[in-house]
């Protein structure tokens, strides 16, 4: 079993939809990280928290550390939107350095 | 911007052969990281280097060796290729201090070994 589970594995919306990933972990974490991954392999980074909630754009990333749980949110989704999004968690690895541990990934498809 | 990038985009080779992966980051990062992304699994890391000529293994090191002779240059080698190696190869590099929170990806390299 993975340590951080992320669902839906895929999704499909209209252009315009309000999108919600979800991720839970079950390791401890320092922080939480939301990844976009395009076709073709790039990886770049959205968010990185540890508490609370950020806002970039269209993109809301929620945290609640009691919970052990976090959320991505799209807002008016768009085609360019489609991508495979990633969540990692931030914990201690035996080196003493931060390792993270990654989800299996959402892949998004917004439909025009 | 950062910029991290990878000798090749897709790569094909046989089985046995020796393959060089190459990553380069222009921005004077103190730590690089190799990891392989494969369909369900997500990124597992293989090596990662917090300093030249130092490295340290990941979670699946086995059938890789890595080798940064330069601060900017991070390669990976697959001494005798196997086709369970065919996978999706991620470098990432990240600032002094950061440790692994604050990775910067490269473009990735398709390797497929027949």
């Known amino acids: 079993k993975n340590e951080v589970e992320q669902s839906p594995q895929n999704l499909t919306a209209q252009e315009g939809e309000f999108i919600t990933i979800n991720c839970s972990y079950s390791v401890g974490i320092s922080a939480l990280h939301w990844l976009q991954q395009h076709p073709g392999g790039g990886i770049v980074s959205l968010f990185m928290?540890?508490?609370g909630k950020k806002k970039h754009g269209r993109l809301i990333a929620t945290i609640n550390i009691q919970e052990k749980h976090s959320s991505l949110h799209i807002t008016a989704s768009h085609p360019r939107d489609s991508a495979v999004y990633i969540c990692a968690g931030g914990g201690v690895s035996n080196f003493g350095n931060e390792k993270l541990t990654f989800g299996t990934g959402t892949r998004l498809t917004i439909i025009p | 911007d950062v910029k991290v990038t990878q000798s090749s985009r897709y790569l094909v080779k046989r089985t046995g052969e020796k393959v060089f992966l190459e990553c380069v980051q222009d921005?004077?990062?103190?730590?690089m990281f190799w990891y392989r992304q494969d369909p369900g699994l997500g990124l597992r890391l293989i090596y990662f280097?917090?300093?030249?000529?130092?490295?340290e293994k990941g979670d699946i090191p086995e059938g890789y060796s890595v080798s940064r002779e330069k601060k900017e240059r991070f390669s990976l080698i697959l001494e005798s290729a196997s086709t369970n190696q065919t996978s999706m190869y991620l470098c990432?590099?990240?600032?002094?201090?950061?440790?692994?929170?604050?990775?910067?990806f490269g473009p990735g390299t398709r390797l497929t070994v027949t």
């Open positions: 921005m004077d990062h103190e730590n």
């Open positions: 280097s917090y300093d030249v000529k130092m490295k």
């Open positions: 928290l540890s508490s």
């Open positions: 990432a590099s990240s600032p002094t201090g950061t440790g692994f929170l604050e990775q910067y």
